[in-house]
């Protein structure tokens, strides 16, 4: 599960950054400069426009434009940061309840376990072999990690 | 995929903002219902609202040389439904409509319906589709909005082949130059946003918070292996 996350990842890694080595400038237009190389898709169709409809002008200029791409960058930066923090508020705030709620309710089956494992030790009758107190965190711990990671493997299973 | 500003014949730009206004209303009324019945399902609208915000702003570069973003509202559009991502489109695209100069107030309408539209439904179909199927939940969510990115750049192709058909090939001839353009270079980013996709709800599937569980998307394959 975790492997495959990490191979989709490098696919999208890959795939962004082939393009830089495998592309190459496009033929220019006679009697242009060679069309820069990554620029907006949004430029080449206007200029595609142009070679379609040379007579055809824009009846309507944006409100507001960008003072420069240094600025234009500035707010695309801004609208992603926008997002990716709006996720991880999210992301982060679900985990934490979610392992907040786990928490809450794994402790529960380990009084039985506890009291079963005092049992098995009664019944051996080594009343000399230390103390209850002394064994408990030793046979409560595979008791409290038991639910939580079976549950962990349930959405495993789920999830894939 | 925006249409810039002003580029679009009055007709068109008039007539896009007219078939897009019904889709608009649908939408928010699909999301106030929404709502209304799951209040703990705000805050993972504003995760499905920030996903389209935070890869809309990517711009990524392709084989064809030049750059283009993924749209980001496949997401959405596999939890919510796809009526309620045409809002959040509008939203995305009107920012940056008036902050950015990408794309514009006149062809609003045109890059609503291709972004707003056009891909959450595609996206919608496909993952309904595929799941009819019976395949894997991630095979589908990827197909879902890789499909809808790209039928999104189609979409925008035909808009613009339409309103500048070439003068000897006509409409076709034009959808093949703006295709070009458009669809050709989405290709490898719409492969990326199918897998950013996966990514993103192999990790909602993994913690299983619980306004999650009760979505439909979560419930996928369920009903398959019970």
């Known amino acids: ?45 206007q200029k595609a426009i142009g070679s379609i409809a040379p007579g055809y002008k824009p009846w309507f200029a944006p409100l507001i434009e960008p003072a420069s791409s240094e600025i234009a960058s500035l707010l695309f930066a801004l609208q992603a940061a926008i997002g990716a923090g709006v996720i991880g508020y999210w992301l982060g705030g679900a985990v934490t ?25 009664s019944a051996a009758g080594s009343p000399t072999r230390g103390s209850p107190a002394a064994e408990s965190p030793a046979a409560g711990s595979p008791a409290a990690a038991g639910p939580a990671s079976s549950a962990t493997t349930a959405q495993e299973h789920r999830a894939g | 995929m925006h249409i ?15 078939a897009a206004v ?16 799951h209040p703990e399902r705000r805050m993972l609208l504003g995760v499905a609202a920030a996903f ?64 707003a539209i056009v891909g959450p439904f595609v996206s919608y179909g496909v993952f309904r589709a595929v799941g009819a199927l019976g395949l894997p939940r991630s095979i589908a969510v990827f197909l879902a909005a890789c499909l809808g990115d790209l039928a999104t750049y189609v979409t925008t192709s035909l808009q ?19 295709a070009g353009i458009f669809a050709l270079t989405q290709v ?33 394959g369920r009903r398959e292996r019970a």
């Open chain 1, 1 to 45: 599960m975790k492997v495959r996350n990490w191979l989709i990842l490098a696919a999208v890694v890959l795939l962004t950054v082939l393009p830089l080595w495998l592309a190459s400038a496009p033929p220019a237009q006679p009697g242009a400069d060679a069309p820069a190389l990554f620029g907006g898709s949004d430029d080449r169709a």
């Open chain 1, 97 to 121: 309840r979610e392992r907040a709620k786990r928490a809450a309710a794994s402790p529960a089956p380990r009084p039985i376990d506890a009291v079963a494992a005092d049992t098995r030790e």
């Open chain 2, 4 to 18: 810039m500003e002003g580029f679009l014949p009055p007709a068109h730009a008039l007539g896009w903002a007219a």
């Open chain 2, 22 to 37: 019904p889709f608009v209303a649908w939408g928010l009324r699909s999301i106030g219902r929404g709502l209304q019945a």
């Open chain 2, 52 to 115: 389209a915000f935070l890869l809309s702003a990517l711009k990524l570069p392709s084989v064809t040389g030049s750059c283009s973003h993924p749209t980001g509202v496949g997401l959405g559009a596999l939890l919510f439904g796809p009526a309620a991502m045409v809002p959040v489109g509008f939203v995305v695209l009107l920012f940056q409509a008036l902050l950015l100069a990408h794309g514009g107030l006149t062809t609003l309408g045109a890059n609503v319906f291709s972004m």
């Open chain 2, 160 to 178: 613009l082949a339409w309103a500048f058909p070439d003068a000897a090939g006509g409409v076709p001839a034009s959808f093949v130059k703006f």
């Open chain 2, 188 to 220: 490898p980013i719409a492969i990326s946003e199918g897998l950013l996709t996966v990514l993103v709800t192999n990790a909602m599937a993994r913690f299983n918070a619980d306004e999650l569980r009760a979505l439909p998307l979560m419930a996928y």
